[in-house]
């Protein structure tokens, strides 16, 4: 199994390559059709986590193509302010491990530069190439999925709920301290809180037809205004409560406190020895609870005068199984190859991951979400805790974002 996936993988990469060098004949698969790199050095930024896999990645390229490759360890929260700094000035790296959500500021600066996948786009999870869309033009090669879903403790909750009512009920038969716990706090979790808020019929943006975000709210509207009530009834109900912050949620759910928490994979390994099931959202407001989904990768420079180069490093060294698994173990997110994620998925609770991940929504990547960000958690939170109007306060917000983003 292992090898068949591997083969098919060498054979991908093989006909991509010979596409975008524009070659009257396809080379055997066997044969080496890598651009001559003698002399040349690419220079990759990557964090901890990412450094072996991509050193490893990176010897097959420097055999193949006879250029050096320099992985430069940096801290991952240092990664974008450095490249948005020094790519202007013809300094920084030809290749830089990112997120996709990076992408409207890093397009916005001309840092970065578009890159040719070729047919290897369709050996991807559709989310993940659309994640890096930008104007029809692809800006990353994306290795890992990230989201959030239901998770479950199965001794208390055998079944998965249809609805969010189901899973309350459910919660409250368990006879836990919580029914279900979302993490809250005073500053709020709209990242959190999302899918929910999607089930009311009240995206944040809207969305062009191929997936891609226009600067256009979403928000409002009878779906907000009805998202806003619900969370200010379950915050009466005590369902929800800014007293339960990430920490407190994740302590009461190790200790079996209740059946269900909102997060992501990496709570897991608070979670010792609990049987788990990974769940979708259940929905709120009778629409599909679509969570945000992050989509990591790398960027090209704009700057690289090794584009091809990098290019080639991308598409034939670092999206194939070996080294899209290889991240997979490092960070334990769903691989963006569909064919490494299928092997990732032998595991139930990254198969759970990457179903509910499936049907996600990328997490915008427009410059405007700053201004969304700074006012939406601290108005869920102000709703929740009954210190604001729900409708009043939606509104008010809305109008505050648009006075923002003009």
């Known amino acids: 199994m292992r090898r068949s996936i591997l083969t098919a993988a060498a054979l991908t990469a093989t006909l991509a390559l010979a596409a975008c060098s524009g070659g009257a004949e396809e080379p055997a698969a066997e044969e080496s059709a890598a651009p001559n790199g003698e002399g040349a050095t690419l220079t990759v930024w990557v964090d901890e986590t990412r450094q072996a896999a991509v050193e490893d990645a990176a010897a097959g390229f420097e055999e193949s193509t006879g250029a050096e490759v320099e992985v430069v360890l940096k801290n991952f929260e240092d990664i974008r302010p450095d490249f948005l700094a020094q790519v202007p000035t013809g300094k920084g790296p030809d290749i830089t491990v990112?997120?996709?959500?990076?992408?409207?500021?890093?397009?916005?600066?001309?840092?970065?530069?578009?890159?040719?996948?070729?047919?290897?786009a369709d050996a991807f999870e559709p989310v993940s190439v659309s994640a890096f869309t930008q104007d029809g033009q692809v800006y990353g090669l994306p290795y890992a999925v990230e989201n959030i879903a239901l998770i479950r403790n199965t001794e208390l909750a055998p079944e998965a709920p249809a609805t969010w009512d189901d899973a309350i009920a459910a919660g409250k038969d368990a006879g836990t301290?919580?029914?279900?716990?979302?993490?809250?706090?005073?500053?709020?979790?709209?990242?959190?809180?999302?899918?929910?808020?999607?089930?009311?019929?009240?995206?944040?943006?809207?969305?062009?037809?191929?997936?891609?975000?226009?600067?256009?709210l979403a928000l409002g509207g009878d779906?907000?205004?009805?998202?806003?009530?619900?969370?200010?009834?379950?915050?009466?109900?005590?369902?929800?409560?800014?007293?339960?912050?990430?920490?407190?949620?994740?302590?009461?759910?190790?200790?079996?406190?209740?059946?269900?928490?909102?997060?992501?994979?990496?709570?897991?390994?608070?979670?010792?020895?609990?049987?788990?099931?990974?769940?979708?959202?259940?929905?709120?407001?009778?629409?599909?609870?679509?969570?945000?989904?992050?989509v990591a990768g790398f960027y090209v420079s704009a700057q690289s005068e090794n584009a091809l180069l990098a290019n080639d490093f991308l598409v034939n060294h670092m999206?194939?199984?070996?080294?899209?698994?290889?991240?997979?173990?490092?960070?334990?997110?769903?691989?963006?190859?569909?064919?490494?994620?299928?092997?990732?998925?032998?595991?139930?609770?990254?198969?759970g991951f990457r179903e509910v991940g499936a049907d996600a929504v990328p997490m915008p990547s427009l410059p405007e979400m700053g201004a969304v960000w700074a006012y939406w958690g601290v108005t869920e939170a102000a709703i929740i805790s009954g210190k604001s109007d729900p409708a009043e306060g939606w509104d008010k917000m809305v109008a505050d974002i648009q006075g923002e983003i003009g």
């Open 177 to 216: 301290k919580y029914p279900l716990l979302i993490q809250t706090s005073t500053e709020g979790d709209p990242y959190t809180f999302y899918p929910l808020q999607t089930s009311f019929g009240a995206p944040v943006f809207e969305q062009n037809e191929d997936g891609s975000y226009k600067p256009e």
């Open 223 to 294: 779906g907000g205004t009805k998202f806003a009530e619900w969370l200010a009834e379950q915050g009466e109900a005590g369902v929800l409560s800014t007293d339960v912050t990430y920490d407190i949620a994740l302590a009461a759910f190790a200790k079996g406190e209740s059946p269900y928490i909102v997060g992501g994979p990496w709570m897991l390994e608070s979670f010792g020895d609990l049987d788990l099931a990974i769940d979708p959202i259940p929905s709120a407001g009778g629409e599909p609870a679509q969570p945000f989904v992050g």
């Open 319 to 351: 999206a194939t199984p070996e080294a899209q698994l290889a991240l997979y173990e490092a960070g334990d997110r769903p691989p963006a190859l569909i064919e490494a994620a299928d092997t990732a998925s032998e595991d139930p609770i990254t198969a």
């Open 98 to 120: 990112g997120a996709h959500d990076w992408l409207g500021e890093l397009t916005t600066n001309g840092v970065v530069a578009p890159i040719e996948l070729g047919d290897t």
